[in-house]
């Protein structure tokens, strides 16, 4: 795989993109490049950042040791990556995020199954059902942006966002899930709860979610969700 | 050890240099908006490590001081007094036990760093001591501050500033004791308008040929809904040329990105790690810092560099605080 560009952002970063639309093998192998860059990074590498079609690296611009042309040698190192990577697969960590598909948390549960003609029981089983990886996380600290949502449950963002989505809320829009790691305002149709603590500074890490992880729903009772919380 | 807050001014926030490595968990390094104002009053207090210090921003905080200490305020010009007296800025200055400071309004440039010497002694959260208002951890309780906090100094501040203070030889007595030398202001904004730098974003090519004009010829003004997380530029609305859909992607410090209604928004310090809005440019990091100075109303006009020159002008930069910090340096070993 190799990126469609390389390019600066800003003068402390670059850009490689290597997709401009949604494309999870496209995505996996991104992820790849990432844990590696991450591996060999040199200490000037500030961050390295998988976002959905490409990833950035952020250079330390006052870093004593940062070349004289960071840009160049930064490409290198992901030329270098992208080599060592060329067949491999991130293994991602396998993670359970317990749900509550219950109405109280579902707000959005009726409305999706009406606009996919599925039943809500269906709208949950399916998806409960599928592996989900991360895509991303960004946006928000610890904000999972999750890939591979059954094709029938993809809907359009909703006309009118809530002004307030509480914590915890999975929720989705097109081909993605999102898990919202506060209570905020959102467009995306919300499904159900998890109990678990999506992001806590004091933790480590502080994300329940990573980018690359594999990702499985599993639908619990509102008496587990209070027993979990 | 500790420092009261008797009226909190208008967003006194705890700031460092920020936490850094973390932006794959959607944590944005934060820290001070004016880096090179935050450094320079450390080095004022003979701080080396990135001590946290305060954040003030525009209406600055009344605070009392229950230790002897060695603060400075360096940064935005505040009307700032010591028990009614002015309070020299830039400078490091021995404050008595039992003084109160009175920040005021700031006159030019819109933060200022209050460090003290040792620093603000808050709990680091995930390596920084900054406060990160958006998902309220850090700093002080995660949140500005308020009237009646005390805000933990070092243990041994009282200690440290009494033999930091020892060198620089302060003359005279009473509540403001300070030096008649002061560190330059790097970062304050020009009178008129402030020249910012910036590089052709990654989607520049992608608005129409009025908007890139207008990105660079426009006079822009901050919009009063600007904040650490971003400075919203009022002028003419600039339009793409398609609306395709942008993937989200990441974002850095000074990205200038242009939502649907055609107005920039450039991001700071607290900005949100990654978005799906056009990049119509990058601002050169060596601008950000004078870029945050700018209060609300402010005019600033864009001039186009490129990759090469914003380097350069990052090493420009870097010189200035090496060369002020070496100065204040040399008061120290005196």
Not at chain 1, 117 to 123: C, Q
Not at chain 2, 235 to 247: K, M, N
Request: neutral net charge; charged residues 20%; aromatic residues 6%.
């Amino acid at each position: 795989m190799n990126p469609l560009r390389i390019e600066p952002l800003g003068d402390a970063a670059l850009y490689a993109e290597f997709s401009r639309s949604l494309d999870l093998r496209v995505n996996e192998a991104l992820q790849a490049v990432a844990a590696a860059l991450r591996e060999r990074a040199p200490v000037w590498v500030r961050d390295v950042v998988p976002s959905l079609g490409g990833l950035a690296l952020h250079f330390d611009p006052e870093h004593a040791e940062l070349p004289e042309a960071p840009l160049r040698a930064a490409t290198d190192l992901l030329l270098e990556c992208l080599k060592a990577t060329a067949r491999g697969r991130t293994a991602g960590r396998e993670v359970e995020v317990p749900v509550c598909y219950d109405a109280e948390f579902g707000l959005d549960l009726g409305e999706v199954a009406a606009q996919t003609g599925l039943d809500a029981a269906e709208v949950v089983r399916r998806h409960a059902a599928t592996e989900h990886r991360v895509l991303m996380v960004g946006f928000a600290p610890g904000q999972p942006y999750i890939g591979g949502l059954d094709p029938r449950l993809a809907v359009p963002r909703r006309a009118t966002p809530r002004t307030r989505v509480p914590a915890g809320s999975i929720a989705i829009a097109n081909a993605q899930s999102v898990v919202y790691p506060f209570e905020i305002a959102g467009g995306w149709s919300v499904l159900g709860r998890t109990p678990l603590r999506v992001f806590d500074p004091r933790r480590e890490p502080p994300s329940l979610l990573l980018p690359g992880d594999r990702v499985r729903f599993a639908p619990i009772s509102r008496q587990r969700f209070e027993a979990l919380r | 050890m500790s420092l009261r807050v008797l009226r909190p001014g208008m967003l006194t926030t705890v700031q460092d240099r920020g936490r850094h490595r973390m932006q794959h968990l959607g944590i944005v390094p934060g820290g001070a908006m004016d880096p090179v104002a935050f450094e320079l009053a450390n080095a004022l207090v003979g701080n080396l490590q990135g001590e946290a210090a305060l954040e003030f921003t525009l209406l600055g905080p009344q605070l009392a001081f229950e230790e002897t200490v060695l603060i400075a305020l360096c940064g935005a010009e505040f009307d700032a007094t010591l028990d009614g007296q002015r309070l020299p800025l830039d400078r490091p200055v021995l404050v008595q036990s039992g003084t109160r400071l009175a920040a005021g309004r700031a006159r030019r440039g819109s933060r200022a760093y209050l460090a003290v010497a040792g620093g603000i002694a808050v709990e680091p959260v995930l390596g920084s001591r900054s406060t990160y208002l958006p998902a309220k951890f850090g700093g002080w309780q995660g949140r500005a501050l308020r009237a009646d906090d005390r805000l933990p100094l070092a243990p041994d501040c009282a200690v440290l500033s009494g033999a930091r203070a020892g060198p620089l030889q302060l003359p005279g007595g009473g509540a403001v004791r300070s030096v008649p030398w002061s560190a330059p202001s790097l970062t304050l904004p020009e009178r008129e308008f402030a020249v910012i730098h910036a590089l052709e974003g990654r989607h520049f090519s992608g608005f129409d040929a009025d908007a890139q004009r207008a990105f660079f010829d426009a006079t822009w003004h901050v919009a009063p809904a600007s904040d650490r997380m971003g400075f919203r530029l009022l002028g003419p609305a600039l339009a793409r040329a398609s609306d395709d859909e942008i993937l989200s992607e990441p974002t850095c410090l000074g990205t200038v990105q242009v939502p649907a209604d055609g107005a920039p928004i450039a991001l700071m310090a607290d900005h949100q790690t990654t978005g799906g809005y056009p990049k119509i440019a990058e601002i050169a990091g060596a601008d950000v810092s004078r870029l945050a100075q700018l209060a609300p109303g402010a005019a600033l006009r864009f001039v186009r560099c490129t990759l090469a020159e914003a380097h350069a002008l990052r090493r420009a930069a870097r010189q200035r605080v090496e060369s002020a910090r070496r100065g204040i340096a040399s008061k120290y070993q005196s």
